[in-house]
């Protein structure tokens, strides 16, 4: 069975870096887009970018390219999200996903990661 | 403002049909696949139709895609309290290489 397993939560201070994970399992990790989506509270679903771990090739959305960075170990099977400077407004829950479909449609989320900035 | 739009709530009373709508462009829904999926109340989201039209295994036949042109559909039939939730339509945009979402539509059974 396919699994993605994300990190704990976490709380952090404004200004303050952050690194949050999605490893997988059960399947050839190398080969399928990775993406990571956010879920402010109370509202919608966000694509922020994606990654192919065999050649790492990193897609961002334009709402978010510069402000994160998405990163892949294939040794680990293990995917990242990374902040160098959170924002009080990057308080929100995180989802990696799996794009098993075509059109990047994703067949195995997270359990979604959630991350409060707060002074 | 989403790149896909859907409307924000639709209701029917147990027993009933829903149709949630998606609308695009030619970049996204007009040239792939669409994907709807499910959120349940402090949950992950969950694929309920991928490809336009097909179920992953597990998902009853109740629930029902279509695409045409820059616009998709999903369908609820026998609706059940079980089925309240946000829904969300999402594809590929091959102008931004990446993905699009819907706003979501939220379910309520009556």
């Known amino acids: 069975e396919v699994f993605l397993v994300q990190s704990s939560a976490e709380v952090k201070k404004p200004g303050e870096s952050l690194e949050i994970s999605c490893q997988g399992s059960?399947?050839?990790?190398?080969?399928?887009?990775i993406g990571w989506v956010r879920q402010r509270p109370g509202k919608g679903l966000e694509w922020m970018g994606m990654i192919f771990p065999a050649d790492s090739e990193t897609r961002y959305s334009p709402s978010f390219q510069g402000q994160v960075t998405i990163s892949a170990d294939k040794s680990i099977t293990t995917t990242y999200l990374q902040w160098s400077s959170l924002e009080a407004s990057d308080t929100a829950i995180y989802y990696c996903?799996?794009?098993?479909?075509?059109?990047?449609?994703?067949?195995?989320w997270g359990q979604g990661t959630t991350v409060t900035v707060s002074s | 403002q989403s790149v896909l739009t859907q409307p924000p709530s639709v209701s029917a009373a147990p027993g009933q049909k829903v149709i949630i709508t998606c609308s695009g462009s030619g970049s996204n829904i007009g040239t792939n696949s669409v994907s709807w999926y499910q959120q349940l109340p402090g949950t992950a989201p969950k694929v309920v139709i991928y490809d336009n039209n097909k179920r992953p295994s597990g998902i009853p036949d109740r629930f029902s895609g279509f695409k045409s042109g820059t616009s998709a559909t999903l369908g609820i039939t026998g609706l059940q309290t079980g089925d309240e939730a946000d829904y969300y339509c999402?594809?590929?945009?091959?102008?931004?290489?990446?993905?699009?979402f819907g706003g979501g539509t939220k379910l309520t059974v009556l």
């Open positions: 999402g594809t590929r945009d091959s102008s931004l290489s990446g993905v699009v």
């Open positions: 996903a799996r794009s098993g479909f075509s059109g990047y449609g994703m067949d195995v």
């Open positions: 059960g399947y050839r990790f190398p080969t399928s887009w």
